[in-house]
Antibody, heavy 118, light 112 residues
Framework: QVHLVESGGQLVKPGGSLRLSCAAS????????MNWIRQAPGKGLEWVSF????????SYADSVKGRFTISRDNAKNSLYLQMNSLRLEDTAVYYC???????????WGQGTLVTVSS | QSVLTQPPSVSGAPGQRVTISCTGS?????????VHWYQQLPGTAPKLLIY???NRPSGVPDRFSNSKSGTSASLAISGLQAEDEAVYYC????????????FGGGTKLTVL
């Protein structure tokens, strides 16, 4: 059974940094594209970033480009999101999601809450 | 503002059929990109409901179906049940936004 568990979310001040992690199990992690998607409190879903299986290809939403960096460690079955220069509007639950055979997330983690506040 | 447009809310009585629309543009749904739907129950993560326009993951009942035409798609839920009360999101890929999955704003389904 596919299992994705995010961690690392916490309260951080504007301008601060945070690193999120996503531990994957139940599938061959190194075979799959992985994504980060976020959901601000009471709002809809926003795609944040993806990374290819070998880390050779990454992409970011304009709202986070230049501030966030996605990475992975296939040996540890782990996905990461380094978040710098955090802003109030980055406050959200961050989900990691496995990309299915098409452009969709077939398995999602339970999410980790990032709160940016002074 | 979401790239895909959904109604904020819909409602229906148990046993009824409801539909939720999802309107995109020529750079996503209208460009032939697939539409996918997710169900988010209160306090939980989104769960894949329909992928690649017509496919249901294992365990999703056939009461859920999708149709797609032009720049729009429509999720239909028949035989409405109390446990269907949730927020539903449509999602596609946008050719004009590099690598980007785009979502609708979500539709809250209330079972009366």
């Amino acid at each position: 059974q596919v299992h994705l568990v995010e961690s690392g979310g916490q309260l951080v001040k504007p301008g601060g940094s945070l690193r999120l992690s996503c531990a994957a199990s139940g599938f061959t992690f190194s075979d799959h594209y992985m994504n980060w998607i976020r959901q601000a409190p009471g709002k809809g879903l926003e795609w944040v970033s993806f990374i290819s299986p070998s880390s050779s290809h990454t992409s970011y939403a304009d709202s986070v480009k230049g501030r966030f960096t996605i990475s992975r460690d296939n040996a540890k079955n782990s996905l990461y999101l380094q978040m710098n220069s955090l802003r109030l509007e980055d406050t959200a639950v961050y989900y990691c999601a496995r990309k299915g055979h098409g452009d969709y997330g077939d398995w999602w983690g339970q999410g980790t809450l990032v709160t940016v506040s002074s | 503002q979401s790239v895909l447009t959904q109604p904020p809310s819909v409602s229906g009585a148990p046993g009824q059929r409801v539909t939720i629309s999802c309107t995109g543009s020529s750079s996503n749904i209208g460009a032939g990109q697939d539409v996918h739907w997710y169900q988010q129950l209160p306090g939980t993560a989104p769960k894949l409901l329909i992928y690649a326009n017509i496919n249901r993951p294992s365990g999703v009942p056939d009461r859920f179906s999708n149709s797609k035409s032009g720049t729009s798609a429509s999720l239909a839920i028949s035989g409405l049940q109390a446990e269907d009360e949730a927020v539903y999101y449509c999602q596609s890929y946008d050719n004009s936004l590099s690598g980007s999955w785009v979502f609708g704003g979500g539709t809250k389904l209330t079972v009366l």
